[in-house]
């Protein structure tokens, strides 16, 4: 019931294209949806959350859809960017602070 | 602010040894937390503190041990490494109370077992 299901691994798209990324969970007690991304050597850094009140949120060109009924939500990336290849991690808890369940991640590549 | 710092940066264990990876964060936060990753597994939470003096268990704490003595401070500390612990260690912080839940992310420790 602590898992997050994400997909897909690997993520190869053209600049300017929309990758979409997807994560689904069990446990209904979540309220918090943040998702990470993450630079080969470095530690990931927050990019956008969403709590469960909201279907969609916007910061810049990255946007978290959320679906509260079918248990998923995605990060779409608009007008995609060679500086945005990364690693990307959805994750989920419950209160925030407490035990963080991260999915497996997935790795984008955006090539000019 | 240096945020949150570990060291060191890279450690090569033998098996059988012992050893304690360093976070300090410098941002006064009450939420501190140890994840290690593994390639295609994403983190995995190993041991969290909500304060001084109060940590818990993760997902994972089997061979792992830490302690919070003071509000900066988080040591893990591997006891009779194994090859299953190789993996890439990671800190964070968050502050804790009303507002954002966002985790400040150290830069990581690599570590092999061998």
């Known amino acids: 019931q602590q898992q997050v299901k994400q997909s897909p691994q690997s993520l190869i798209v053209q600049k300017g294209g929309i990758p979409i990324i997807n994560c689904a969970y069990e446990?209904?007690?979540?309220?918090?949806f943040p998702w990470y991304q993450q630079f080969p050597g470095k530690g990931p850094a927050l990019l956008i959350a969403i709590r469960p009140d909201v279907s969609e949120k916007k910061e810049g060109r990255f946007t978290i859809s959320f679906n509260k009924s079918a248990k998923q939500f995605s990060l779409h990336i608009m007008d995609s960017q060679p500086g945005d290849s990364a690693t990307y991690f959805c994750a989920a808890s419950m209160g925030g602070y407490q035990k963080v369940t991260f999915g497996t991640g997935t790795k984008l590549q955006v090539i000019p | 602010n240096a945020g949150v710092t570990q060291t060191p940066k890279f450690r090569i264990l033998k098996i059988g040894q012992s050893m304690t990876l360093q976070c300090t964060q410098d941002m006064n936060h009450n939420y501190m937390y140890w994840y290690r990753q593994d390639p295609g597994m994403g983190l995995k939470l190993i041991y969290y503190?909500?304060?001084?003096?109060?940590?818990d268990k993760g997902e994972v704490p089997n061979g792992y041990n830490v302690s919070r003595s003071t509000t900066e401070d988080f040591p893990l500390r591997l006891e009779l490494a194994a090859p299953s612990q190789t993996s890439v260690y990671f800190c964070a912080s968050t502050p804790g109370g009303q507002g954002s839940y966002e985790q400040y992310f150290g830069p990581g420790t690599r570590l092999t077992v061998t």
């Open positions: 503190s909500v304060g001084a003096g109060i940590t």
């Open positions: 446990n209904t007690a979540f309220d918090y």
